[in-house]
């Protein structure tokens, strides 16, 4: 049984690009959490996706965006990038019911130079 | 607000030492989750205990063991006889329950556990 998987593990972009991250839940799980990370600090939620819609946002701007296909997989999508944007971005999947703890992904690494 | 803080930042021990990270959190709610999560090298989260506010039952499982106590916001995590392989970064998170699930994770910034051989 797969885990929680993101592509890709690296990314580098400049400064003003667009970037999207990529994520698929663990078998049986509805849900989807995107977190960023920044480098020795805790993940910060970003937001949440179920039955395609966004359940719940952290305090990030809208230039972090994100989407919810029928299979239950994700996507994360950062327009203007900033310097600031340099992370790791981690997405963790659950079942709605709340019923599991969350799942966690290896990471997307995104440098912005 | 919610705000978890872990006032430790690095650790380190030798092996089969006992050590114990501490979390303090603070919450407005009187239901919520509170959660261990170990992060390797590698990156990813490893999850570790979840423990709802009702529940103040100390827990053991294998080396690990986590108390928590209300009356101080805390809820602390120890490992018994450490092992190089429990060396990571260690998150304390803190969660609410409501009208969504528990999945807005509040995590504290980390404790770095090393131990030596």
């Known amino acids: 049984d797969a885990g929680v998987t993101q592509s890709p593990t690296h990314l580098i972009k400049t400064r003003g690009q667009q970037v999207t991250l990529r994520c698929s839940p663990k078998?049986?799980?509805?849900?989807v959490s995107w977190y960023q990370q920044a480098l020795g600090q805790g993940p910060q939620f970003i937001f949440q996706?179920?039955?395609?819609?966004?359940?719940q946002r952290g305090n990030f701007p809208d230039r972090f965006s994100g989407h919810q296909f029928p299979n239950y997989s994700s996507e994360l999508n950062v327009n203007a990038l900033l310097l600031g944007d340099s992370a790791l971005y981690l997405c963790?999947?659950?079942?709605?019911?709340?019923?599991?703890?969350?799942?966690f992904g290896q990471g997307t690494r995104l440098t912005v130079v | 607000a919610q705000k978890v803080t872990q006032a430790q930042t690095e650790i380190s021990v030798v092996e089969k030492e006992d050590v114990t990270l501490d979390c303090v959190y603070e919450?407005?709610?009187?239901?919520?989750?509170l959660f261990w999560y170990k992060q390797p090298p590698s990156g990813e989260l490893v999850f570790l205990i979840r423990?709802?506010?009702?529940?103040?039952q100390n827990e053991i499982s294998g080396r690990y063991s986590w108390n928590f106590q209300k009356s101080t916001s805390s809820f602390n995590f120890t490992i018994t006889a450490s092992q190089v392989v429990d060396s990571a970064v260690y998150f304390c998170?803190?969660?609410?329950?409501?009208?969504?699930?528990?999945?807005?994770?509040?995590f504290g910034t980390g404790t770095r556990l090393q131990v030596f051989p």
């Open positions: 963790a999947s659950s079942h709605w019911t709340g019923n599991t703890e969350a799942f």
């Open positions: 078998s049986g799980h509805d849900t």
């Open positions: 996706y179920y039955e395609e819609e966004e359940r």
């Open positions: 919450t407005r709610d009187t239901t919520y989750y």
């Open positions: 423990r709802n506010s009702f529940d103040e």
């Open positions: 998170a803190l969660s609410e329950l409501g009208l969504y699930n528990t999945d807005k994770l509040i």
